[in-house]
């Protein structure tokens, strides 16, 4: 049975998908790389190589799963049952709409495509949303099980996201996971950062230059040089794993000015997402709530914030 798709703001594709406990992950995993394998049995070393990213396994609950696929698996269209010829279509279809995308993003995108397409044709039981599928993930919805192999009556929502395995692991890191603070916190405030510059963080493909389109960025230490460079700052890569770290760093070493620009942009993204205000920022979306327009609509029951919350 398919289930229904909703997107939501806060990234959800799937409306029945749900939470996840750390012990069923594993089960559930095996489970679903099993199903991915009956559709593309020529690609099974390429199934099972995937990694999980960010803070799967390392919380007590995940909100969902994150996995890596590199591009080198669609080196060879035949382990997918794909056709040079379909993925060609889908290029030139998705190069006439396309506003920004490199021709490199814009066959990922095909690949991708094509690859959700065979999905949907071969499988009863591997839920994927081909229409909320961009140019670096797929999206799946599966059941999940208990160690002991149980299926249960819970969905949780599994994220393919192809590209460099590098630097997918570095743009979805974060190496501590503290109170309400989340992977995507660390991640969205380097977003800031390189917004601020009029640079863009992507998360599987780099840090492109918004005025130029080019990708200037595409490993984990270039993106440190550039930042250092973009704020005349000496970040290493370990601080920049961790919320904490950085964010102690970047209030001694850039501007008042620049820090409330980049506080600014980072919190109206927060304010659109399923996740809590950082404490050391709470005061700043209470003293900013009207003129930055912040809602609170996504705010968690338990967030101190909640009171504050227009609707």
């Known amino acids: ?7 939501t703001e806060g990234g959800n594709v799937f409306d029945l998908a749900g939470p996840i406990d750390r012990e069923n992950i594993k089960p559930t995993l095996k489970e679903f790389m099993r199903e991915l394998i009956k559709v593309f049995p020529k690609a099974k070393k390429f199934v099972g190589s995937m990694k999980t990213l960010g803070s799967v396994g390392k919380k007590p609950v995940s909100g969902d799963i994150d996995l890596a696929l590199s591009t080198s698996a669609f080196d060879d269209l035949t382990t997918w049952d794909i056709d040079q010829e379909e993925i060609n ?28 397409e065979q999905i ?8 994927v949303s081909l229409k909320s599928s961009g140019a670096g993930s797929i999206f799946f919805a599966f059941p999940q099980y ?11 929502q599994i994220d393919v996201n192809v590209g460099d395995v590098d630097w997918l692991s570095f743009s979805y890191f974060s190496d501590k996971y503290e109170g309400s603070i989340k992977g995507l916190h660390r991640t969205q405030l380097i977003l800031a950062l390189f917004g601020r510059k009029g640079y863009l963080f992507s998360h599987t493909n780099g840090v492109k230059n918004k005025e130029t389109g080019e990708f200037v960025a595409k490993t984990p230490q270039q993106a440190v040089d550039l930042l250092n460079k973009l ?7 370990k601080t920049l794993e961790n919320y904490f770290k950085l964010q102690e760093y970047i209030r001694a070493n850039i501007s008042e000015e620049e820090l409330n620009d ?3 942009s980072y919190i109206r ?5 399923r996740a809590d205000i950082p404490e050391d920022l709470q005061q700043f979306w209470i003293d900013n709530q009207d003129r930055l327009g912040l809602t609170g609509k996504f705010l968690p029951d338990t967030s101190k914030l909640k009171k504050y919350a227009t609707q």
């Open 1 to 7: 049975m398919k289930l229904s798709k909703m997107l």
């Open 146 to 156: 208990t160690p002991d192999g149980k299926k249960t009556s819970e969905y949780v």
């Open 231 to 237: 704020y005349n700052m000496d970040i290493d890569l």
């Open 89 to 116: 279509q889908l290029f030139e279809k998705f190069k006439k709409s396309s506003r920004s995308a490199n021709d490199e993003m814009l066959m990922r995108r095909a690949f991708i495509t094509a690859m959700g």
């Open 269 to 273: 993204v927060l304010d659109k997402t």
């Open 120 to 127: 949907e044709k071969k499988s009863n039981t591997l839920d």
């Open 262 to 264: 980049v506080y600014s």
